[in-house]
């Protein structure tokens, strides 16, 4: 996709020089550029980073099920160490 983005002479005479001294292109640097903004936003950039995030947010889960089961659990163990 293409989209036309205008910056002002100072801004677009740094950003060369910055694609100048770091050997990279407008483009590189308009990517880098956004893709730092969307992960500070905590969106994900690409499949591998959303699979990421994804199996994140479930482990953040599992231990709030398991301390739900938690206290059966205790019990249960609890009940069997009575019986020995």
Not at 38 to 56: C, E, Q, V
Not at 74 to 80: D, F, G, P, T
Request: no cysteine; hydrophobic share 35%.
């Amino acid at each position: 996709m293409r989209k036309l983005i205008e910056f002002d002479d100072d801004t677009a005479g740094k950003l060369k020089q910055l694609g100048r001294d770091r050997m990279a292109t407008l483009q590189e640097l308009a990517d880098e550029a956004f893709a730092d903004l969307l992960k500070k936003h905590g969106i994900p950039i690409d499949l591998k980073d959303a699979l990421r995030k994804s199996a994140r947010l479930q482990e953040a889960a599992r231990p709030r099920e398991a301390a739900k089961q938690g206290p059966a659990t205790a019990k249960r163990v609890r009940s069997q160490g009575r019986k020995r």
